[in-house]
């Protein structure tokens, strides 16, 4: 079953808006990562929040984890129309080892 | 480059007739897994290995096998396809050295199976 659900399934914005994406999950976890994927290519990993943390940044990307409501966003500064991508939350459950994923949320920047 | 490498990329096949999907990584990952694709249901496991000669099913292993002889290769094997098997297949690889959840995933590029 799923452990993750993003919301929105599809947003569109304008290149220099910011787009904001967000994931509920239902059991503990021991961290949160988040994937990007160009259409049907891989997943390529953007960055992972641990449990005990409750912010992240890596270059535009800024992830917030509430732990008290199972829920992460993953914010986009400036986006561009490369961004253009379907963006996945994926779990780690406490005292597992199992990656569990969302069903993402497709991600349209229009130039 | 570190990578993980799939093949084939694109497959058309029919019903009943083995196929073998390769995955190989060269970052001496300890990890391998297999997801499928599918609209809507977004990335589920099939099977995974934690390391050579330990593999466990994911949560849709029916219809598949694997086997994890050496510590780069992964294959996935359709003993009988099916065409309820038409779907995107991911490879993923990760250490686990330091402990469980060490991180990232790192996918190849996918092998597009259509059964008939």
């Known amino acids: 079953s799923q452990q993750g659900e993003e919301d929105p399934q599809a947003l569109s914005i304008q290149e220099g808006e910011n787009a904001t994406m967000n994931c509920s999950y239902k059991?503990?976890?021991?961290?949160l990562q988040w994937y990007r994927q160009n259409s049907g290519r891989g997943l390529v990993h953007l960055i992972l929040?641990?449990?005990?943390?409750r912010e992240k940044h890596s270059g535009r990307l800024r992830v917030t984890l509430d732990t008290s409501k199972k829920s992460s966003s993953l914010l986009i500064t400036a986006s561009r129309a490369a961004d253009t991508a379907s963006y996945f939350c994926?779990?780690?459950?406490?005292?597992?080892?199992?990656?569990?994923f969302g069903t993402g949320t497709r991600l349209q920047v229009f130039p | 480059e570190a990578q993980v490498t799939q093949n084939p990329r694109y497959l058309i096949t029919v019903t009943g007739k083995k196929l073998t999907v390769t995955c190989s990584q060269n970052m001496n990952h300890e990890y391998m897994s297999w997801y499928r694709q599918d609209p809507g249901l977004g990335l589920r496991q099939i099977y995974y290995?934690?390391?050579?000669?330990?593999?466990d099913k994911g949560d849709v292993p029916e219809g598949y096998k694997v086997s994890r002889k050496e510590k780069r290769n992964f294959p996935l094997i359709l003993e009988s396809p099916s065409p309820n098997q038409t779907s995107l297949y991911f490879c993923a690889s990760r250490r686990t050295s330091g402990g469980p959840n060490t991180g990232e995933l790192f996918f190849g590029e996918g092998s597009r199976l259509t059964v008939l």
């Open positions: 994926a779990t780690v459950r406490t005292y597992t080892d199992k990656l569990i």
């Open positions: 059991t503990s976890i021991n961290n």
């Open positions: 290995s934690m390391n050579v000669e330990v593999t």
């Open positions: 929040i641990r449990s005990n943390e």
